[in-house]
């Protein structure tokens, strides 16, 4: 089915950024076939679908590289905690007691929020992968998967965990149309043994899929490591050759200008979580100098349980405002800058720029349509800005994902949002005997 | 006509930060007359209008107590640049040619966008308040007003603009059946000279209003003072007896201890403006130190034009975030206090704690009515977490300002939105010259 979408505002986030006044976007069988002026009524017959949208923006699906999906059921369960108490005594004994069924609706859960919020790709770290996968498969979402292995165990549990890693990267990669890729994830540099992480470089070389790792989010895990191998976590990692891998850091808080230096020579892409970041009061990431230096830097929101929402609007617009003030430079992280490290930045964080991320023909048709009708959308001077700084995920009217058309009118098309809402509600109070409001 | 809704949860924001589960709130003649657990259905019978709210949450009307209402006509016009060039060159310019329609469209598109995202009572410091006035007589918000004055300028328009000032916050002290009340504006320490900022504050205290004054947004105008008068901005106020009169200042970015104790000593409330704050570049203000000095901190939007929407729940979070990441403390400012700057530290910071910004019995009946339906707002552990860590505005259902319903399902029932669009999309393309998309 050819698809055409006209009358919209276009911004492409192509290497040029165009934004196109009176444009359109058109689509088969889940590929962008045109994008640019919106076409004459003779042209415009020769769609099977077409969509006037007029008064509405349009632009490449959003691209979230961090998550932790499933622990949307831990949303809200303790706040306001220092990070060690948070973590000992709140999270983990919750997290040790998740079987299959609190990773399938946990995770159903956190994809029904982020295609509602415009989210059309997620990057997910956690256990019970298949769950995730099969939520994937089915709702029509996109998503680079990997079971996040943490080694500070005996040696037959390291074996098995990295086991688990492989056959899930193995079987999952290239999976529901293409639309899963898949990665190996030792969790961080201070929750595995250095042999451990080079077994799981060595098995991600072997399965031709990149890395993903939290990377120096505190200051304490960094003076751990200064501690525990005499270097800093970057150096140490490169020595551990994880950087000769595609490799895609999570959170990179503390980092020396060496260590910049280091990610920028090695191609490494940060993604960068300003949300969970300020909320954990892990630290502000120098978001500038990466850029400055030519680091990808992309958006994550981390696990709704350090966030609290899987909300990508709420991420670009902590990024462009955030350092602006952390800095006291005006123009540090423009809006488009913002809207590049939620879209084409991401695409480049989960190395597939050929394929996603922009809205260019021959892309995947992952896109967001929005609503400009709010009063906080007027006057309509310029999209880039409005998206950034004053929209809201509510302003998504509709969501493609591979020419799919997965939310309309702010329902989740591919989810039974009820039952949803009753598995992860059950679930929720059952795992922490607490009574919900 | 007394109505009850039930089956809520109620945050009350009351002394005791009371959360009541399965409550309910009742109110006639625009004043609450009922906060508790839900009545029996022989009590319910006993209500004229009985609204069956289960599963959602009601809190207190936000309060924002900063903000250029009708610069929402500038949204989006300029980002990016350099405070200066975005004042001299792309702000003051435009607004120098606003006349009374600017401002009556302009202030109405802003009022419009408030009353949906749950806010019940703004400040507004600007020129030709006449307009704003109406609209917030019209509109059925709660409003301080004040005509802001800058004193640049030859000593008869300094005159004129005094006169203005009183003339408007007397003609317009209590009106709306007491929704509007004034306060005097000297604008700045760095725009109004010394003996005009006195004049002001004695004009306050024959007129018996509060004074509302920008204070040290940005690290520029602290040197200026400091170059012109010898001291810093605080210690030059205190000096002109500004601090004798209850006094509202806004941003507070850059403060020393002795500023910040000064301002604790003669209770001078605080206007955060976070978001301003950032995308402007002016810095971080001292939140956690001015809380723990016992000075009241409310928030503040600041202008459309820089920030750039009037969203409280944004704020609410960027407070409770921001402060936490900039100080590496996850203590600081807890959900709970954030609510609390956008409530009743709101009301206290116009000094109106005794009839708004908390559901008490006696209070004036502004109330939010929150649906908590959505993905992001499960599981439901902890409703104070949500509101500020995971919430958006468009989960705003119903608004109520002193008992009469404003908004419901995202419809503002008092303005023909359609129309404020119009007007304000005319005035933009007219005032600038630019082509709207």
Redo the contacts between chains.
Sequence with gaps: MKTLIYGV?VITANAAFDVI?NGAVAFENGVITYVGPTPDEKARAAYDEVLDGRGG?VLPGLINTHCHAAM??L???A?????QA?LEEKMWPLEARFTAEHVRWGSL??I??ML??GTTTFVDMYDHMDEVARNVEETGIRAVLCRGVIGLCPREVQVAKLEEAKAFARAWRGAADGRITTMMAPHAPYTCPPDYIREIVDAAAELDVPVHIHLSET?REVEQNVRDYGVRPVEHLRRLGVFDRPTLVAHAVHLTDEEIAILAEHGVKVSHN??S????????APVPKLLAKGVTVSLGTDS?AS?????LF?EM??A???H?????????V??AEALKMATIYGADAVFQRDRIGSLEVGKRADLVLLDT????W??????V??VV??A???DVRRVYVDGRLVVENGVCLTID?ER??YE??RL??EL?G?S??
């Excluded at 970041?277 to 502000?284: E, R």
């Excluded at 009708?373 to 906080?376: I, S």
């Excluded at 007027?378 to 999209?383: T, V």
Aim: glycine share 4%; proline share 10%; hydrophobic share 40%.
């Design positions: 505002t006044p923006v949307a059921l949303r809200g369960y706040d306001d905690l220092p990070l948070w859960l956190a029904a929020e509602k919020t200051a300003p949300g970041n300020l909320k954990l009061a892990s630290g502000i709704a966030n609290n929402n899987l909300d709420e617009r902590l462009a405002l955030l602006k003030g952390h800095t006291q430079d005006p123009l540090a423009p809006a009708r709010a009063p906080h007027h006057p309509h001077y310029d999209p800005s409005h700084y004053a809201r995920a509510s949002e949803v809402r992860a509600s929720a109070a922490t607490r919900l409001f």
